[in-house]
């Protein structure tokens, strides 16, 4: 039997109704159906889903962002669209089922014994011989052979002799349907698991999403979804030591409250790392409070661990910070402040003032591991290649071999916590923050100083850029930010020139000790921004006047002709970095600090400390935030699913195997060998085929076997089985 592409034909109702009936239940529909359905599937696994709005117009601009929320491609899964295709998919399969089901199961107890003996010539497989056995003898012996080797047989006795019709394969037709039902179970396991039983919940009883704050124990019961709800997947997250049993369901346009019939309470949450910092283990070890017995049962939930109770499965989803505290100390890049320091928990805002301009910090978060990519060519001490030293041999050697090589070299490092926040002005715009705890090593180099990285960026689009603070002989920033007040003050530059001039020329030549000081006098004035305290103080408003290497580039610029400019520089810098020098010293003496020695080591911080000088006057912001402390809450988000669609699923995807190995791999194969006595009425023998045998020598034997094999697939397998049936059943060689 051919499966027929067309669709159902139905003899009543109008013309309409017939042709949407025979297209809804054909094949071409089906496919067409399943198209969709994989396109789709594709971007919903391309294109995040449910992720917030800004996050799509911050990727892909506004317009798109529009139009992935108009046609709900940040949302396909649940959209009206694909939840409509796989309910048309699911009737289309089902009346597919419906009109083949029946002609499948009925051929298979057909074996088509009534074949007409002189039809067996219009086979591509056929063949003759002469038995020397009579008809009715050689068809037993042949029906036992087959029956022997795995064959569906029967007889049947004609006036003219014997036919012989077997079967062997009918499992090429049951993988049809098992195929056709694997969808259709897939599908309304996807429709149960889906958001379809929710928004008709959300229809019949006047439920709608929820868009407010507050306390969960506050919503109204219209937001909230039945602890009977028969379907749903879940977001519950619960800090250590508190528990909760309400979770959240993100939808469209606002949220859903699922209450729960039991509650979680998270004892503790676990992470394991590698020894390159790298996590290996997420765990939460949680109790969970049953509403209705009061019975409370520990358990450890891990990932791909979930833990089951009344028919709700516990997954660990994710983790967040459950409202850790932090210290910070205010570091303002402006001169005449003070450092301060403010306390809060991670979520919260403090609200500060700078001058007359208020600021609000709001706490982002708190990251205690960070593991960081510090080879050569990656992560944050990423450079170039240098292309004179590549090695081809070498380069071949890391692109061949066992398949988990890389070309991507990593030296993966933990550079210990660090805290993320934004300062948001009075107009409410913010940019965000990252500031490591530690300083973090970023040069090999034995007398490379450790620094401590201050992150921004404009937008979560965009990357971090980071000022590098070198860290002091003490561990800490305190000498770098002393230096840059004291660079701000006039009194202070004008104390280290002439410093810087009497250590350098001492006091016998003061008429050249006039002409250094007024140069040092100038560069440095210059670097601090040529006196503009405002423009030097790093506020949040555009810098007008130059300052940094910056200002000194574009006073070479100017006053200096281009053929004298790298010598002017060099003599320029050399003196700039001996009077920052005189600075430093200057401060840490002030400070009841011992100087710093004059060695490689203190060369390499003051090299970097003239850099971090430099960009410190580009600093967006008024004041920098120095974590000092924090005291760590670390929360769970576990996914909570009711899904009763789950073993129908995984039930189709068991059929679906089947079936496809069923239709690929089983051949269906028929064969008949009709028996005519000697001389009687027989078929006509081989036109001149390959296959075909000629007809024996009268007088040799006493029946004429003719032989013909059938099957859905031509294939060398099928060739090789015919030669061999040829042989057993006709003993032809």
Same mark, same amino acid.
């Given at each position: 039997?051919?499966?027929?592409?067309?669709?159902?034909?139905?003899?009543? %109702?109008? /013309?309409?109704?017939?042709?949407?009936?025979?297209?809804?239940?054909?094949?071409?529909?089906?496919?067409?159906?399943?198209?969709?359905?994989?396109?789709?599937?594709?971007?919903?696994?391309?294109?995040?889903?449910?992720?917030?709005?800004?996050?799509?117009?911050?990727?892909?601009?506004?317009?798109?962002?529009?139009?992935?929320?108009?046609?709900?491609?940040?949302?396909? #899964?649940?959209?009206?669209?694909?939840?409509?295709? *796989?309910?048309?998919?699911?009737?289309?399969?089902?009346?597919?089922?419906?009109?083949?089901?029946?002609?499948?199961?009925?051929?298979?107890?057909?074996?088509?014994?009534?074949?007409?003996?002189?039809?067996?010539?219009?086979? %591509?497989?056929?063949?003759?011989?002469?038995?020397?056995?009579?008809?009715?003898?050689?068809?037993?012996?042949?029906?036992?052979?087959?029956?022997?080797?795995?064959?569906?047989?029967?007889?049947?006795?004609?006036?003219?002799?014997?036919?012989?019709?077997?079967?062997?394969?009918?499992?090429?037709?049951?993988?049809?349907?098992? @195929?056709?039902?694997?969808?259709?179970?897939?599908?309304?396991?996807?429709?149960?698991?889906?958001?379809?039983?929710?928004?008709?919940?959300?229809?019949?009883?006047?439920?709608?999403?929820?868009?407010?704050?507050?306390?969960?124990?506050? &919503?109204?019961?219209?937001?909230?979804?039945?602890?009977?709800?028969?379907?749903?997947?879940?977001?519950?997250?619960?800090?250590?030591?508190?528990?909760?049993?309400?979770?959240?369901?993100?939808?469209?346009?606002?949220?859903?409250?699922?209450?729960?019939?039991?509650?979680?309470?998270?004892?503790?949450?676990?992470?394991?790392? #590698?020894?390159?910092?790298?996590?290996?283990?997420?765990?939460?070890?949680?109790?969970?409070?049953?509403?209705?017995?009061?019975?409370?049962?520990?358990?450890?939930?891990?990932?791909?661990?979930?833990?089951?109770?009344?028919?709700?499965?516990? #997954?660990?989803?994710?983790?967040?910070?459950?409202?850790?505290?932090?210290?910070?100390?205010?570091?303002?890049? @402006?001169?005449?402040?003070?450092?301060?320091?403010?306390?809060?928990?991670?979520?919260?805002?403090?609200?500060?003032?700078?001058?007359?301009?208020?600021?609000?910090?709001?706490?982002?978060?708190?990251?205690?591991?960070?593991?960081?990519?510090?080879?050569?060519?990656?992560?944050?001490?990423?450079?170039?290649?240098?292309?004179?030293?590549?090695?081809?041999?070498?380069?071949?050697?890391?692109?061949?071999?066992?398949?988990?090589?890389?070309?991507?070299?990593?030296?993966?490092?933990?550079?210990?916590?660090?805290?993320?926040?934004?300062?948001?002005?009075?107009?409410?715009?913010?940019?965000?923050?990252?500031?490591?705890?530690?300083?973090?090593?970023?040069?090999?180099?034995?007398?490379?100083?450790?620094?401590?990285?201050?992150?921004?960026?404009?937008?979560?689009?965009?990357?971090?850029?980071?000022?590098?603070?070198?860290?002091?002989?003490?561990?800490?920033?305190?000498?770098?930010? +002393? &230096?840059?007040?004291?660079?701000?003050?006039?009194?202070?530059?004008?104390?280290?020139?002439?410093?810087?001039?009497?250590?350098?020329?001492?006091?016998?030549?003061?008429?050249?000790?006039?002409?250094?000081?007024?140069?040092?006098? /100038?560069?440095?004035?210059?670097?601090?921004?040529? %006196?503009?305290?405002?423009?030097?103080?790093?506020?949040?408003?555009?810098?007008?006047?130059?300052?940094?290497?910056?200002?000194?580039?574009?006073?070479?610029?100017?006053?200096?002709?281009?053929?004298?400019?790298? +010598?002017?520089?060099?003599?320029?810098?050399?003196?700039?970095?001996?009077?920052?020098?005189?600075?430093?010293?200057?401060?840490?003496?002030?400070?009841?600090? @011992?100087?710093?020695?004059?060695?490689?080591?203190?060369?390499?911080?003051?090299?970097?400390?003239?850099?971090? *000088?430099?960009?410190?006057?580009?600093?967006?912001?008024?004041?920098?935030?120095?974590?000092?402390?924090?005291?760590?809450?670390?929360?769970? &988000?576990?996914?909570?699913?009711?899904?009763?669609?789950?073993?129908?699923?995984?039930?189709?995807?068991?059929?679906?195997?089947?079936?496809?190995?069923?239709?690929?791999?089983? /051949?269906?194969?028929?064969?008949?060998?009709?028996?005519?006595?000697?001389?009687?009425?027989?078929?006509?023998?081989?036109?001149?085929?390959? /296959?075909?045998?000629?007809?024996?020598?009268?007088?040799?034997?006493?029946?004429?076997?003719?032989?013909?094999?059938?099957?859905?697939?031509?294939?060398?397998?099928?060739?090789?089985?015919?030669?061999?049936?040829?042989?057993?059943?006709?003993?032809?060689?």
């Amino acid at each position: 039997m051919t499966v027929s592409t067309q669709g159902l034909n139905v003899n009543w %109702g109008s /013309r309409t109704l017939r042709a949407s009936v025979e297209l809804l239940s054909s094949m071409r529909f089906s496919i067409s159906l399943l198209t969709v359905i994989c396109i789709a599937s594709v971007i919903g696994t391309v294109l995040k889903q449910q992720e917030p709005l800004s996050n799509y117009v911050n990727q892909f601009g506004p317009f798109w962002a529009q139009v992935f929320s108009l046609v709900s491609l940040n949302t396909i #899964y649940s959209a009206w669209w694909f939840l409509l295709i *796989l309910a048309f998919l699911v009737v289309s399969c089902s009346l597919c089922i419906a009109r083949n089901a029946p002609k499948i199961l009925a051929d298979l107890n057909q074996l088509k014994e009534n074949v007409r003996e002189q039809s067996l010539k219009a086979f %591509g497989h056929r063949a003759e011989g002469m038995l020397s056995e009579s008809a009715e003898a050689a068809a037993q012996r042949i029906g036992q052979t087959l029956v022997q080797s795995g064959w569906k047989v029967k007889l049947q006795h004609r006036p003219a002799g014997w036919m012989v019709a077997a079967k062997k394969g009918s499992a090429n037709k049951l993988g049809y349907i098992a @195929a056709h039902s694997a969808i259709v179970l897939v599908c309304v396991g996807g429709l149960l698991d889906g958001d379809l039983i929710v928004r008709a919940q959300m229809w019949l009883n006047n439920k709608s999403t929820y868009t407010g704050g507050g306390l969960i124990a506050d &919503v109204p019961t219209q937001y909230r979804l039945s602890p009977s709800n028969p379907t749903f997947r879940a977001n519950l997250l619960v800090s250590e030591g508190s528990q909760s049993g309400t979770a959240i369901l993100n939808q469209p346009g606002g949220v859903l409250l699922q209450d729960l019939p039991f509650s979680i309470e998270l004892k503790k949450f676990i992470v394991e790392y #590698y020894s390159t910092g790298m996590p290996k283990l997420f765990a939460s070890d949680i109790v969970i409070h049953d509403k209705d017995t009061g019975e409370k049962i520990p358990a450890r939930v891990e990932v791909n661990h979930p833990v089951s109770h009344r028919g709700i499965e516990i #997954y660990q989803s994710s983790f967040d910070d459950g409202g850790s505290s932090v210290t910070l100390k205010a570091i303002p890049m @402006a001169a005449a402040s003070k450092p301060f320091e403010v306390q809060g928990t991670i979520g919260s805002t403090s609200d500060l003032t700078n001058g007359n301009e208020k600021l609000t910090l709001e706490y982002t978060a708190l990251r205690v591991i960070n593991v960081e990519n510090f080879a050569s060519g990656s992560g944050l001490s990423g450079s170039g290649t240098d292309v004179r030293k590549v090695d081809l041999g070498q380069a071949i050697d890391a692109r061949l071999g066992a398949a988990n090589k890389t070309v991507t070299q990593k030296e993966l490092r933990n550079v210990g916590p660090s805290v993320m926040y934004k300062l948001r002005d009075a107009a409410g715009q913010a940019r965000e923050f990252q500031n490591y705890m530690l300083p973090v090593k970023m040069d090999t180099a034995s007398d490379a100083p450790a620094v401590f990285l201050m992150g921004v960026r404009e937008t979560p689009a965009d990357p971090f850029k980071y000022l590098r603070v070198p860290a002091d002989a003490e561990g800490g920033m305190n000498t770098f930010f +002393r &230096v840059r007040a004291a660079l701000a003050d006039p009194a202070q530059r004008e104390r280290a020139v002439q410093r810087y001039a009497r250590n350098a020329l001492g006091s016998d030549k003061p008429q050249l000790a006039q002409q250094l000081v007024a140069s040092a006098s /100038r560069a440095l004035a210059l670097f601090a921004g040529a %006196g503009a305290g405002s423009a030097a103080a790093g506020s949040s408003s555009s810098i007008k006047t130059p300052a940094g290497l910056q200002a000194i580039s574009e006073f070479m610029e100017v006053n200096v002709p281009e053929a004298e400019r790298d +010598r002017a520089g060099e003599v320029l810098v050399r003196i700039l970095n001996g009077v920052l020098f005189e600075l430093t010293q200057m401060t840490r003496e002030q400070a009841g600090l @011992a100087p710093l020695p004059q060695d490689d080591k203190t060369q390499a911080f003051m090299s970097q400390a003239v850099l971090s *000088l430099s960009d410190a006057n580009y600093y967006p912001a008024p004041m920098a935030f120095e974590l000092k402390d924090f005291k760590q809450v670390q929360a769970s &988000v576990f996914q909570v699913t009711r899904a009763p669609g789950k073993t129908i699923v995984y039930l189709g995807c068991a059929l679906l195997i089947l079936g496809v190995f069923a239709m690929l791999y089983v /051949r269906e194969r028929r064969v008949w060998v009709w028996l005519a006595p000697r001389g009687g009425d027989k078929a006509p023998p081989g036109d001149g085929d390959a /296959r075909s045998v000629t007809e024996s020598t009268p007088g040799i034997g006493a029946t004429q076997a003719t032989m013909a094999l059938s099957t859905n697939r031509k294939t060398m397998d099928g060739d090789k089985e015919f030669e061999m049936l040829k042989t057993k059943l006709l003993q032809v060689p």
